[in-house]
C-alpha cells in the first residue's frame, strides 16, 4: 500500500506520505468525481435517442434522470458517515463498484423501468463518491498546499462539465444510445485497481453509524427532493406533493433532535456554529440553486428557441464550462492567498452579472456572439466560486470531522440544484401558458436567479477575509478537539 497510516491526537487515522503519493490520491479522486460529472451530462444530453430507442414516455425521461437525483441527495450524510467508521477508502470504492455495476445495467437495459432502477443505483454509488474525493483528498495534502490541490480537483469538476455535453453529442451522433453508461465500465474498473493500490486506508471511528439516524435524514431527504422534482408536474397543492413535502420536513426535523440529543451524533449540528462553514453552506445553496437551475433552461434555450443538435449545444456552451476548467485551478491559489472572501464574492457576482446578460440579450433572432460575454461571465464566475467554498468547508477541522462536514456540504449544494430548478421552473410555467411565451419565461427564470446570485454575493462577505499560514494551520489540525469547533476555526481564519 502506497504512503503510510499514523494516528492523530484526536484518536483519528490520516494518511501521509511522499509527494508521488499525494498526487497519486489526487488523480484517484479526482478521476473519480470526473467519472460522476461527465455521466451526469452525457446522459441528460442522449435523452432525446434513448426516448427513441426503448420507446420511454416524457415520464419515463423524467424518472431516468430523477432516480439518479433521488439516489445521491438522500444519501451523501450516511456515507461520509460510514466513511469515518469502515474506511474512507472502503466507501469510496463500494461507490465506484456501485457506479459501474449501476452503469452496466444500464447499458443492457431493453425498457425503461430497468434503466430507471440502473440510474437510481448509479445516483447511490455517486453519493458514496462525491463527499469522500473531498475528504480523502484533504488528509494527503498539508495545509499549505490544500487551496490548490482543491482549486485543481475543482478544474477537474469542471472538465467533467466541459466533456459532458462533447461527448454525450459525439456519442448519439456515431454510437447507439447505451454507449453512454459502457464508457463509465472501463473507467470504474481502473479506478478500483488504482485505488486499491494507491490510497491508503484512512478511518476514524468517531462516528456511529446510527440506524434510525440514517433513516431519518435519508427518508426526510427523500421526501423533499421528491417533493420538489414531482411539484411543478403534479401541481405544489396537489395532495402527494403536501405529504411528500410534510413528511420529508417532520423526518427532518426528528434528525435534527436526534443529533443534537447523542453524545456522538452522525451529524454534528457543532459545525454550523462556524461562521465561516455555515456561510459556505449557505453560499454553495445559493450559487447551486441559480446557476444549475438556470443552465437546466439555457439547454432548452439553445436547443428549443435555436435549434441547436446537442453537439452544437456542447461546443456551444465550452466557454461557459471551458472556463469553469481554467478558472477552478486559479482559484484555489488565489483564495490560499487573499483569503476566500475577495474569490468567491468575485465569483458570485460575475455570475449574477452572467445571468442577467444572458436573461436580457437572449432571444430566438439574437446571435450567439451576443451571448458569449454572458457564458464566459458564467464560466468564471463558477470557477471562482467552486474551490475556496470547498476549502472554507474543510478549514480548521479535526481530521475526524472532515467527513461529515463535507457529506453535509454536498448535500446542502445538490438540494440547491434541485430547489433551483423546481422553483424556476414554476417561475418559468408561471409565466408560459403558449409556445410563443418561452422567450418570456426563459427571461424572467434567469433574472430571478441572478438575483439569488446577487444576494449570494452579499452574504459572501461573511467568509474569512484572509488565510491563516501555513504553519498555524497545520498546528491547529493537530491541537483541534473533537468538541470546540467555532473557536479554532475562528482562530485559523482570523476571524477572533
Do not use: C
Not at 492523530?8 to 497519486?24: E, F, I, N, Q, Y
Not at 441528460?44 to 427513441?52: E, H, N, V
Not at 433572432?365 to 467552486?386: A, E, N, R, T
Amino acid at each position: 500500500m502506497a504512503g503510510n497510516v499514523r494516528p492523530t491526537r484526536a484518536g483519528s487515522v490520516l494518511s501521509k506520505g511522499p509527494a508521488d503519493h499525494r498526487w497519486w490520491t489526487f488523480a484517484v479522486v479526482s478521476l473519480a468525481l470526473f467519472m460522476g460529472m461527465l455521466d451526469n451530462l452525457v446522459v441528460t444530453t442522449a435523452l432525446p435517442s434513448i426516448q427513441r430507442a426503448i420507446g420511454a414516455s416524457m415520464a419515463n425521461l423524467e424518472w431516468i434522470v430523477n432516480a439518479y437525483t433521488l439516489g445521491f441527495a438522500v444519501l451523501m450524510i450516511p456515507a461520509a458517515a460510514l466513511g469515518e467508521r469502515l474506511g474512507r477508502r472502503r466507501v469510496l470504492l463500494a461507490g465506484v463498484a456501485l457506479f459501474t455495476a449501476g452503469s452496466a445495467l444500464a447499458a443492457v437495459s431493453s425498457g425503461a423501468a430497468l434503466l430507471i432502477i440502473a440510474r437510481a443505483v448509479q445516483g447511490i454509488g455517486s453519493a458514496f463518491i462525491a463527499p469522500l474525493t473531498l475528504t480523502i483528498l484533504v488528509s494527503v495534502f498539508p495545509a499549505e498546499k490544500r487551496a490548490a490541490a482543491i482549486g485543481l480537483w475543482s478544474g477537474v469538476s469542471g472538465l467533467g462539465l466541459a466533456a459532458g455535453p462533447l461527448v454525450g453529442g459525439a456519442i448519439v451522433n456515431g454510437f447507439t444510445w447505451n454507449a453512454v453508461f459502457w464508457l463509465n465500465v472501463p473507467i470504474g474498473i481502473v479506478l478500483l485497481v488504482l485505488g486499491r493500490w494507491r490510497i491508503s486506508e484512512a478511518r476514524t471511528g468517531a462516528r456511529i453509524v446510527d440506524p434510525l439516524s440514517v433513516l431519518l435524514v435519508s427518508g426526510g431527504l427523500l421526501g423533499v427532493v421528491y417533493g420538489l422534482i414531482r411539484g411543478n408536474a403534479l401541481g405544489w397543492g396537489s395532495a402527494q406533493i403536501a405529504a411528500s413535502m410534510a413528511a420529508g420536513g417532520l423526518l427532518l426535523a426528528l434528525f435534527l433532535v436526534r443529533q443534537r440529543g447523542r453524545v456522538s451524533p452522525m451529524l454534528d449540528l457543532g459545525l454550523f456554529a462556524s461562521r465561516s462553514y455555515s456561510t459556505a453552506n449557505l453560499v454553495g445553496f445559493l450559487s447551486s440553486f441559480a446557476m444549475f437551475g438556470s443552465i437546466f433552461f439555457i439547454t432548452l434555450f439553445v436547443q428549443g428557441a435555436w435549434g441547436w443538435k446537442p453537439l452544437q449545444a456542447g461546443l456551444g456552451t465550452m466557454p461557459w464550462t471551458g472556463t469553469i476548467m481554467l478558472t477552478a485551478p486559479l482559484a484555489g491559489a488565489l483564495a490560499g492567498r487573499l483569503g476566500a472572501r475577495r474569490v468567491v464574492v468575485a465569483g458570485m457576482a460575475a455570475q449574477a452579472v452572467s445571468l442577467f446578460w444572458i436573461g436580457t440579450a437572449a432571444t430566438a433572432g439574437s446571435s450567439y456572439v451576443s451571448l458569449l460575454p454572458g457564458f464566459i461571465l458564467g464560466g468564471l464566475g463558477m470557477g471562482l466560486s467552486f474551490a475556496p467554498l470547498s476549502a472554507t468547508v474543510m478549514m480548521g477541522l479535526a481530521p475526524s470531522r472532515r467527513g461529515e462536514a463535507s457529506g453535509a456540504y454536498n448535500t446542502v449544494r445538490e438540494l440547491g440544484g434541485v430547489f433551483g430548478i423546481a422553483v424556476l421552473g414554476a417561475v418559468f410555467q408561471g409565466v408560459v401558458h403558449v409556445p410563443a411565451e418561452f422567450v418570456g419565461g426563459f427571461h424572467l427564470a434567469l433574472k430571478v436567479a441572478s438575483a439569488v446570485l446577487a444576494a449570494g454575493a452579499v452574504v459572501s462577505f461573511l467568509l474569512p477575509g484572509r488565510p491563516a499560514s501555513g504553519r498555524g494551520a497545520a498546528d491547529a489540525e493537530h491541537h483541534v478537539g473533537e468538541v470546540a469547533v467555532q473557536p479554532v476555526v475562528s482562530r485559523e481564519l482570523g476571524m477572533e
